[in-house]
């Protein structure tokens, strides 16, 4: 089942966005997952990931304290509540399950859908 992320937008620098991923089929709270996004001319780059059956999450150092990657297990959603963005975090969010391999490589997920475009102005 394709994942779908939303939420995107034009924002200035400083500001916040909450991106949300959904269409799952099966609730987050016993799934493993991730965030990764692209900018233009770019390789798909790993953002943040979590596996909620354990409590474990990741972040990229260039987002980690600014990103936080979370459920709701209610509305079989999963989020990614940015904090701080800055110009250089202008990219297409994506959402996707994590199938096997490392956490933090494009390779290891599957789900993927279409992603949602975040602009961060200066």
């Known amino acids: 089942v394709q994942l779908q992320a939303s939420g995107g937008g034009l924002v200035q620098a400083g500001g916040s966005l909450r991106l949300s991923c959904a269409g799952s089929?099966?609730?987050?709270?016993?799934?493993?997952a991730g965030w990764f996004r692209q900018a233009p001319g770019k390789e798909r780059e790993f953002v943040a990931f979590?596996?909620?059956?354990?409590?474990?999450?990741y972040y990229a150092d260039s987002v980690r304290g600014r990103f936080t990657i979370s459920t709701d297990n209610a509305k079989d959603t999963m989020y990614l509540q940015m904090n701080s963005l800055k110009p250089e975090d202008t990219a297409v969010y994506y959402c996707?399950?994590?199938?096997?391999?490392?956490?933090?490589?494009?390779?290891?997920?599957?789900?993927w859908g279409q992603g949602t475009l975040v602009t961060v102005s200066s």
């Open positions: 996707a399950r994590y199938h096997s391999g490392v956490y933090y490589q494009a390779s290891s997920y599957r789900d």
């Open positions: 089929g099966r609730a987050f709270s016993s799934s493993v």
């Open positions: 979590a596996n909620w059956s354990i409590g474990n999450k």
